[in-house]
Nanobody
Framework: QVQLVESGGGLVQPGGSLRLSCAASGTIFSINTMGWYRQAPGKQRELVARITRGSSTNYADSVKGRFTISADNAKNTWYLQMNSLEPEDTAVYYC?????????WGQGTQVTVSS
C-alpha cells in the first residue's frame, strides 16, 4: 500500500500562487507516475498534471503555462506550483500515484481562489 499526504491548499486571491505538496510513504518502490487531479463542485474529477519517473510531464490545457509539476524522487515528494490562479481553479485537489497498475489517492486539499 501507498499512503499519500497532501499539504499546501488554502484561500488565495485571483492572480495569486500556491504550492501543493504530496508525500508518499509505504510500499513506494515501482511508482512510475505521480500527479494531481481536481474536482470542482458539480463537476467531474479532471487531470491537472502528471509526471513520470523519467520526468515526462502532461498538463491540462486549462493550466498550461500557469502550473508546474515537479518531483523530488529522493524524498518521494512531488509538488504542484500554481501561479496566476483563477476562480475557475477552485476545487479539491487530489494527488495520486500509479504503482504496478494500481492507483493510490490522497485525501484531497481544498484550493479556493476568491477575492
Amino acid at each position: 500500500q501507498v499512503q499519500l499526504v497532501e499539504s499546501g491548499g488554502g484561500l488565495v486571491q485571483p492572480g495569486g500562487s500556491l504550492r501543493l505538496s504530496c508525500a508518499a510513504s509505504g510500499t513506494i518502490f515501482s511508482i512510475n507516475t505521480m500527479g494531481w487531479y481536481r474536482q470542482a463542485p458539480g463537476k467531474q474529477r479532471e487531470l491537472v498534471a502528471r509526471i513520470t519517473r523519467g520526468s515526462s510531464t502532461n498538463y491540462a490545457d486549462s493550466v498550461k503555462g500557469r502550473f508546474t509539476i515537479s518531483a523530488d524522487n529522493a524524498k518521494n515528494t512531488w509538488y504542484l506550483q500554481m501561479n496566476s490562479l483563477e476562480p475557475e481553479d477552485t476545487a479539491v485537489y487530489y494527488c495520486y500515484v500509479v504503482r504496478l497498475g494500481s492507483d493510490f489517492w490522497g485525501q484531497g486539499t481544498q484550493v479556493t481562489v476568491s477575492s
